[in-house]
Every structure is written in structure tokens, then in C-alpha cells.
């Protein structure tokens, strides 16, 4: 006979088949590893959202009042005087008041866009992750084609076929925004799909909606918003490189990016046309990303990363 | 009552078809536990996942036979139906408990999923605290609310078993579910498994590499090789008289802590064959010892002394070779 009966372990008495103590301390969660609380990104972008709510009414003067013969004033710590403390533009208009005005184009632009595109992407992916199949080849095959066309000649012919507004600003930038999250988030529903807890709920019985929306978007959640957070950013200055081309938003309207374009022109001569709204923006593209680092670490339960 | 009949699954490569399971057929009786043993690429978890459907185009297709649950063939279920039967009547536990719990999923809201929402929220956590509770979570009140990565790999194994029990299912199919555990924890969650068994009159299919594992839960089970059972049937008969001849080098390779002959371990030389469409003979013969002429007929199981075994030479004596004598 080649192996003694064991069948006695698993009738044992009581005591013996007690179970081992728990480990870990009950309750109470321990999080470590966290950043720094996002003092200084938080600030920069609550400064920034104030601006460009309250901007207006506590800017010195009209951001669109032309006044060709304050032209080009320097900023007051360069001669220039308190009137106007960042100086004025070519047209002789107040830079300060600009740049408050600019905050609520700019910020209203870029979060839109994340927002849209994000939503957008995120829907694509999950039906193409999840589904598969050849909805997924169809979805697949349409990013790759929004990916691959040049984002600034899509928007030149949207703008020429729907006109410049902001509005339309805001739906271009999303039309050529979303296919990046569409594609990352797909590869990261691939991957969690295969995972033994989707299998779990499926064996539960859960239906497609009810993992996508329990599970799968909750795991996803981190990536989508360092895309997102990459994606502000970049979706201003696109605003500013469709004003340079005079398919942003329309001038006189101040913005950012258009700020900046049209400032580097005088980069030579008067360098604060270009400066400030690089600050600001910089400014916020940094607060962005910060911010998105400290969400992704405070949604991972591990505390890692 | 788990009953599956010729059972033939393949799995799709392209535009090849590499069949895994070929004509198994066992039943899994109400309360008592069906061990599913074999070799890696044996077949076992592809048998378990067909039995939930969970083989699909583009994956893989079952081809042929039925699986039923207490009379009802789930293979010929609407999605929908099917889908009832999975939540209501069957329990799934994994192998790797860690990667079986969402990780931003608290532990209670885990097995709260899998309860009706109509139950009020006080009678759903009461009902979930006593479960956690009865499968050896201490103070299960309190940690509700922690994260899966707070808990330990056993700790997990008895959530994820909760969540398999909480709706309280007939069948109870178990994929390798003490692999990753640690031997003492094996001992506990095997100890728990059995004694819900016994609470429940559940029906559960276990699958394992492991005959030791298998010995000690089981009442009956199916050997597989190669996609195919070789020998089924009461486990104390099986594995103290096994009459196939993979079954008996099985039993011979599992070593003897009461060896004291500092002998080698026995191992099967050979590899199993890779799975393919279509073959002749038996898939044991170019490994086994006793092969012969008529092994080129694939064997039909027959039954021998209550047991069923699928081999010519099934009840041959076999030379000491592959047999370890540990007394």
C-alpha cells in the first residue's frame, strides 16, 4: 500500500482544526506611502479656477479696451508703472487683466476637453476591451485612424467647416483627443478582464454592465486620470496653437494659449507679452500633473507606487 | 446532482483545434466531493470551466456532451438562464485567492455583491458577518471595511469561499484552491471546505494536482490524462489499489514521509502527449511500462470491482518498478 489513510485530519476534534489567528491588525487602515498632501498644486490650480471665475470683475481694466498709445509698456518691475503691472500688449492693453480674463477660457477649454474626450475614450474602451471580437477590431481600426491624422489638420478643417467659437474649439480638441485613452485604457481592460475576480463575478452571474461599472472602471480610474492630467496641458496649448492660427478662440477674447502665440512675436523686444501667460500656463500644466500623481496614489487602497 | 456526459472540448489556435477534454464523463453525487486529479495540461480546470461555460469562442468551444445540474443541461441554457444558474445554484472558488478579490474592493462589499439587493442592508451584513465568521475570519465586524491587501493569502482564500457560499449553491466547483496556500493553511481552508460540505449537502467538484489534498477531502475520484479520465471511482479504492498504470505512477511519485530507504523520487518518464485533433491508441501507452500491442486501441473505461478504468492491462499485476514500497 503506498499511502496511509489520512482521512482522521480533517475529522479532528476542535481544538486541532481551530483556525490560525489573524495576522493583520483588525480595522483601522494604515496608508503609507503617500505624497505630500497637494498643498502647492491645489493652491496653484483653486488660484487659477478663482481667476477664471472671479477674474473679470477684479481685473483693473477691460481685457479688449484698445489703447494704441499705452502700447508695449513694461512690466512694473521693469520700469513700467503700477497702472499696469504686468505691462501691456502691442494694442496697448492691460497684460494683468488679460491673463485674469484668459484663466476662464483657458481652464474652461482644457477641462472640457479632458472631460469630453475622457468620458468618450473611456466608453470606447470598455465596449472594445470587454466585448472583443470584431467590434473591438472596428473600435481599434477608428482610434488608429484618429491617432494617425494630425490633430492641427483635423481642427483646420473642422474650424473652416463649423467656424471658430470656443465651443467648437473645445468639441475639436475632444474629436482628436480621446483616441489615447480609448487605446491605453483598452490595453489596461485587457489585462484586468483576464484577472481571476472578473472571472469571479462572472461566475457570480454579473452581467457585462455590472463588472464594467463595479469593476473595471473603478481599476482603471488611476490611469484615466494621469491621462487626464497630461491632457490638460497639452489640450491649452493646442487652444493657443489654434489661435496662433486664427482657429481658436476668436480674438479680441483673451486666452492663454493665444497670449502666447501672439506674444512670441515680441519675444525680442517686449518679452513679457509672452512670459506671464507661460508662467501661468506652465503653472498649470505642473499643478496638473502633481495633482494627478497625489489622486493616483490616494486611489491605490496598497499605498504603493 | 452534477452529471457530465461525454464531455469534448478543444481549444481554438487560429485555425487549428487542440481538443483538451476528449468523452470525459463522471457524476459529482449531492453532498459529497468529486476530486478531478491529473497533471498540468491534463484537462481538469478545463472540464471545471466548461461545467460554468466559461470556455468560449474565441477561446475555446465545447463541442459535444452535457453537463447537468440536477436534470437541467446548462449547455443548451440561454445567456441569460445560464447566467441565474451561475449566481444561484453554483459556487466558484480559485486558485490564487489574492488575484481573486478586486484590490479596491472592500472585503464586505465583496460578498455583499453576490447577495440579493431586495435583503435590507442590516440583514445583509449580519447575514455576511456570521458567514465570514463561521469560515474562521476573527472578528469579522470589524474588518469589513479593510482592503484585500491587508489580508493575509489564507485570510483572502476565506473571503473568496464566502463569496462562492454566501447565496448558498448546490454545486461547489473548487479549482486547485489550497495551491497557494501554505501547508497548514491548506489543512485549515481543506478542514472548512469539507465541514461546509457536510453543513450544506453541497455538491463539489475539487479540482487538484495534489492526491494527497485529494485524499484527504474526497469520496470519489476521476484520474485524467491527457484530456481523457484513465480510472474513477471511490477514492480509498483508487488510490490504495490503483489499477491503471498512470494512476499507479501517480501514487508511487508522491513521496513517503515515513521512507526510510533514501530512495530517489519516482518520477513518469515521458511527457504527455500534446493535445491534437485526432488520435489512435491509448495516450499513456508510449510511458507506461506494461504497454503492449492492444494499447494501439484507445481502451474503453469498464468497470472492475466498483471501480472504472480505462486500460488493457487494467488488473495486470505490474512489476515492482513503478510501485514505491515504503514498508
New interface residues.
Given amino acids: ?7 482522521d ?2 475529522t ?1 476534534s476542535p481544538k486541532a ?1 481551530a ?6 491588525e ?2 483601522r ?1 494604515n496608508r503609507r506611502g503617500h505624497s505630500h498632501r497637494p498643498y502647492f498644486s491645489g493652491g496653484i490650480l483653486a488660484l487659477f479656477i478663482l481667476a477664471g471665475l472671479i477674474g473679470p470683475l477684479i481685473a483693473p481694466h477691460s481685457t479688449t479696451h484698445v489703447s494704441l498709445s499705452l502700447y508695449l509698456r513694461p512690466p512694473v518691475f521693469a520700469g513700467g508703472t503700477w497702472a499696469y503691472p504686468l505691462g501691456t500688449d502691442e494694442l496697448g492693453r492691460d497684460v494683468l487683466s488679460r491673463l485674469l480674463g484668459g484663466a476662464r477660457i483657458s481652464l474652461l477649454v482644457g477641462l472640457s476637453v479632458v472631460f469630453i474626450s475622457g468620458a468618450f475614450g473611456l466608453v470606447v474602451a470598455m465596449i472594445s476591451g470587454y466585448i ?2 470584431r467590434i473591438d477590431a472596428v473600435l481599434m481600426r477608428f482610434t488608429d485612424a484618429t491617432l494617425a491624422f494630425p490633430t492641427i489638420l483635423l481642427a483646420i478643417v473642422l474650424a473652416a467647416i463649423f467656424g471658430a467659437s470656443e465651443q467648437n474649439v473645445i468639441i475639436i480638441l475632444a474629436v482628436g483627443g480621446w483616441a489615447s485613452y480609448a487605446r491605453v485604457i483598452r490595453s489596461e481592460v485587457l489585462r484586468l478582464k483576464k ?3 472578473i ?9 457585462p454592465l455590472w463588472i464594467i461599472r ?2 473595471l472602471i ?2 482603471v480610474m488611476s490611469t484615466l486620470v494621469v491621462l487626464a492630467t497630461l491632457q490638460l496641458g497639452a489640450a491649452i496649448l493646442s487652444e493657443g496653437a489654434m489661435s496662433f492660427l486664427g482657429i481658436g478662440v476668436p480674438p479680441p477674447a483673451p486666452s492663454w494659449g493665444g497670449m502666447l502665440a501672439g506674444g512670441s512675436d515680441y519675444l525680442t523686444t517686449a518679452w513679457w507679452l509672452a512670459l506671464f501667460p507661460g508662467i501661468a500656463l506652465s503653472l498649470t500644466v505642473l499643478a496638473s500633473n502633481l495633482m494627478g500623481d497625489w489622486l493616483r496614489s490616494r ?1 491605490d ?2 499605498g504603493h507606487r | 446532482m452534477l452529471q457530465i456526459e461525454n464531455l469534448r472540448v478543444a481549444y481554438l489556435h487560429d485555425n487549428r483545434r487542440s481538443v483538451a477534454v476528449r468523452d470525459v464523463s463522471f457524476d459529482v453525487p449531492t453532498g459529497a466531493t468529486v476530486g478531478l486529479v491529473g497533471e498540468s495540461g491534463s484537462g481538469k480546470t478545463t472540464v471545471a470551466l466548461s461545467v ?1 461555460r ?1 470556455i468560449r469562442p ?1 477561446i475555446g468551444d465545447i463541442e459535444a456532451g452535457s453537463v447537468r445540474l440536477d436534470g437541467v443541461d446548462l449547455l443548451k441554457l440561454s445567456n441569460k438562464a445560464m ?6 445554484d ?3 472558488i ?3 485567492p489574492t ?7 472592500k472585503i464586505g462589499r465583496h460578498v455583499d ?2 447577495l440579493s439587493p431586495k435583503i435590507p442592508k442590516a440583514e445583509r451584513r449580519a447575514l455576511i458577518i456570521s458567514l465570514l465568521e463561521s469560515l ?4 469579522a465586524a ?2 469589513l ?3 484585500p ?4 493569502g ?2 483572502c482564500q476565506r473571503v ?1 469561499i464566502a ?1 462562492a457560499l454566501a447565496r448558498g449553491p448546490k454545486l461547489v466547483i473548487a479549482d486547485e484552491p489550497t495551491t497557494a496556500l501554505d501547508v ?2 491548506q ?2 481552508i ?3 471546505l ?1 465541514a461546509q460540505r457536510r453543513e450544506r449537502n453541497l455538491s463539489m467538484l475539487f479540482v487538484t494536482h495534489d ?2 489534498v485529494a ?3 474526497c469520496q470519489y475520484v476521476v484520474v485524467m490524462y491527457a484530456g481523457e479520465v484513465v480510472e474513477k471511482g471511490p477514492t ?1 479504492e483508487v ?2 489499489r490503483p489499477r491503471h498504470p498512470y494512476t499507479r505512477a501517480l ?2 511519485a ?1 513521496p ?1 514521509p ?1 521512507d526510510k530507504s533514501r530512495a530517489r523520487l519516482r518520477a513518469i518518464p515521458g511527457q504527455p502527449p500534446a493535445p491534437a485533433q485526432d488520435r489512435v491508441g491509448c495516450p499513456f501507452a508510449p510511458r507506461c511500462p506494461l504497454a503492449a500491442d492492444a494499447c494501439k486501441v484507445m481502451p474503453e473505461l469498464k468497470e472492475l470491482d466498483g471501480v472504472e478504468v480505462a486500460c488493457w492491462k487494467a488488473g495486470v499485476e505490474e512489476e515492482p518498478r513503478v ?2 514500497e ?2
Avoid at chain 2, 99 to 105: H, I, K, S
Fill in positions: 500500500m503506498a499511502i496511509q489513510p489520512q482521512l485530519l480533517l479532528d482544526a483556525v490560525p489567528q489573524a495576522i493583520t483588525p480595522g487602515r472583443g471580437g484577472q481571476d475576480f472571472v469571479m463575478s462572472v461566475v457570480m452571474g454579473a452581467g463595479r469593476h473603478p481599476n486611489s487602497p496598497t | 460554468m466559461l474565441p447566467r441565474t444558474t451561475l449566481h444561484g453554483i459556487g466558484y480559485p486558485q490564487d488575484a481573486a478579490l478586486d484590490p479596491l474592493c455583491e453576490t474562521g475570519v476573527r472578528n470589524t474588518r471595511g479593510s482592503y491587501h491587508e489580508f493575509s489564507g485570510m473568496a463569496t497548514t493553511t489543512l485549515s481543506l478542514r472548512l469539507d492526491l494527497a485524499q484527504m477531502l480509498a488510490i490504495q501514487v508511487g508522491i513517503q515515513t510501485v514505491a515504503t514498508r
